[in-house]
């Protein structure tokens, strides 16, 4: 059995060095703009380019639209799904796992195709319009990390009862969905929009190809001019996407709190 | 099941309300129609259609260049080589976290990393990179400087085969870790016991007991990986630009233009890609309908 434990600790041990050093170096990289000390003068020049406020504030509005436009779209479908048509289950189940399978570039490249500027719907032809492009192809993009969290939450609440007591007390549909169905998946909610923030944020391909000033291509544009920056931006980078999972697991920990108390008191 | 009629109300007949069901969904269907569904297709139809939209075959001819034969090659190559080596050491972190007797807090750790680092692609994971195996990077002088070990002598580069494969280890390897451990945590100990109470060894128990029952979850989840990575463009972009031939940075050269002007060779590149990602998802869905069939 010692055996066992001493391969188990060799196996941790490896991946975490695999996972740490490159963390390590980039950061002592970030640290070394100023000749022969240490300081935080690669972050003080990131955070303070006109371009990373206006890119990181342009993805950050992005991606909190799609987080909306992804729940107001899956909620509802998943909530249907479960209680009305639960025929359609793998048809959507299917449809949203499809983003995985389809690369992001491909997908972008049929929008390029549909939505050119001499087609019925020319979404590229304005700036306005390339943007509400970009945002769909994020919810897009979201729909297999939206539909999979909510789904989850749905199946742990009781869907058919809550929306019999509703009715029954007389409300209407958007009452249902919104005051009694939303507050009970919250947490689900939460950790499918904190994931969608970290997949939107620094996104490449369809900003790139949509030539929407976003912070994804403003990362590969530093990365190709500057030394220090660039390193700064993925420790930022980095972090941004640890806070993300951090909340899921905060979130989803409360949740489960939650659900053993109300066990408990039945 | 409750009775549904109940809901509905009485006044609304059967036919009706079939038909009122589906409106429930219309908005998703009609979004992922529209954003999804027939913008692939587009690319499909057009992959066989020539500039003034005949049918040809022509395209599919065309995808038979040697540089575009190479980028599908290479394109293969590092997403198999990182999906293997990453589906490797993912199932012994996994295993090791869950099953390995280690401190309580290792596993809980090892899955939340796990979701920052599959998360941590993209642009900043080949920065991160750079500054570890690049030129200058801090293995690399460390390397130089300490063990005097000349990293770059060996032929290594960052931007090559071995140093992509390494890079796309970074999220390959947490994304097995996450795909892997409901497997793992469903090898029962009560099997283990069995093994050890007729007398076997670590050997015969995972020679004919984990093993097996891991190996469809083993092989779809590796599956997933390579279609994970063959998609990939942003990492291998950031950290080579356009010189390396892997057929996503193809296809994105073609899409910004400069290359090749053939629109329709471009709709067939991206079928081949959707093709190839097709198979290996289609391989995770039913190797994974397997193991969960076996399971019961």
């Known amino acids: 059995m010692k055996q066992n434990r001493i391969g188990a600790w060799i196996a941790i041990i490896i991946g975490t060095l695999y996972f740490f050093v490159p963390l390590l170096a980039t950061f002592i990289f970030s640290l070394k703009m100023r000749r022969d000390e240490y300081s935080f003068d690669a972050y003080v020049a990131v955070f303070t380019d006109p371009q990373f406020q206006a890119t990181f504030g342009y993805s950050t509005l992005l991606a909190l639209l799609t987080i909306v436009v992804g729940v107001l779209l899956v909620v509802p479908t998943a909530y249907w799904v479960t209680l009305r048509l639960p025929k359609a289950r793998p048809v959507v189940e299917f449809i949203t796992l499809l983003p995985l399978v389809i690369p992001a570039i491909v997908i972008v490249f049929g929008y390029l195709r549909m939505y050119n500027s001499s087609s019925i719907l020319p979404m590229t032809s304005s700036e306005r319009a390339t943007d509400i492009l970009l945002l769909c192809s994020y919810v897009t993009l979201s729909l297999p990390y939206m539909y999979r969290s909510i789904d989850t939450g749905l199946r742990a609440i009781d869907v058919r009862s809550l929306t019999e007591a509703a009715e029954s007390l007389g409300a209407g549909w958007t009452t249902i969905l919104f005051r009694v169905i939303f507050p009970n998946i919250k947490s689900a909610i939460l950790s499918g929009a904190f994931l969608t923030f970290a997949v939107v944020i620094g996104e490449f391909t369809m900003a790139s190809l949509l030539s929407r000033p976003a912070f994804g291509p403003y990362l590969q544009l530093i990365g190709a001019n500057r030394a220090y920056e660039p390193s700064a931006l993925a420790i930022i980078a980095f972090m941004i996407t640890w806070a993300s999972m951090g909340l899921i697991q905060v979130f989803s920990r409360n949740a489960g709190a939650l659900r053993s108390k109300a066990e408990q008191g039945h | ?296």
């Not at chain 2, 979004?31 to 992959?47: E, N």
């Not at chain 2, 007991?209 to 083993?218: A, D, E, Q």
């Not at chain 2, 080579?240 to 709709?267: E, K, M």
Request: include cysteine; aromatic fraction near 14%.
């Open chain 2, 1 to 296: 099941m409750a009775d549904t009629s109940r809901v509905a109300g009485p006044a609304a007949s059967v036919a009706d309300r079939s038909w009122l069901n589906w409106l429930g969904v219309a908005p998703f269907l009609l979004f992922a129609l529209l954003f999804l569904i027939l913008p692939t297709s587009l690319l499909l139809v057009g992959a066989f259609q020539d500039a003034q939209g005949h049918f040809t075959l022509q395209n599919m001819r065309n995808l038979f260049q040697e540089n575009i034969l190479n980028a599908y090659w290479l394109s293969i190559q590092i997403s198999a080589a990182s999906a293997f080596f990453g589906g490797i050491i993912g199932v012994l972190m996994a295993w090791a976290a869950i099953q390995g007797r280690l401190p309580g807090w290792i596993r809980p750790t090892l899955m939340t990393f796990s979701g920052v680092a599959s998360n941590f692609a993209g642009v900043p994971l080949a920065f991160a990179f750079l500054a570890t195996l690049g030129r200058m990077g801090l293995v690399t002088v460390l390397a130089r400087d300490y063990l005097d070990f000349d990293l770059y002598g060996t032929g290594f580069s960052i931007l090559s085969f071995t140093g992509l494969t390494l890079t796309y280890l970074y999220f390959q390897i947490p994304l097995m870790v996450l795909i892997i451990s409901p497997a793992i945590e469903g090898l029962r100990k009560e099997w283990r016991e069995a093994c050890d109470s007729l007398g076997g060894s670590s050997f015969h128990y995972w020679r004919y007991i984990g093993l097996p029952v891991l190996w469809p979850s083993i092989m779809g989840s590796t599956l997933l990986l390579f279609a994970n990575a063959f998609g990939a463009i942003a990492t291998a972009y950031a950290l080579t630009g356009s010189s390396l031939n892997i057929i996503t940075i193809q296809l994105y050269a073609q899409i910004r233009g400069d290359v090749l002007h053939d629109p329709n060779l471009g709709y067939a590149l991206a079928m081949g890609m959707v093709i190839i990602t097709g198979l290996s998802n289609a391989g995770y869905i039913w190797l994974r309908s397997r193991s969960e069939r076996g399971r019961k």
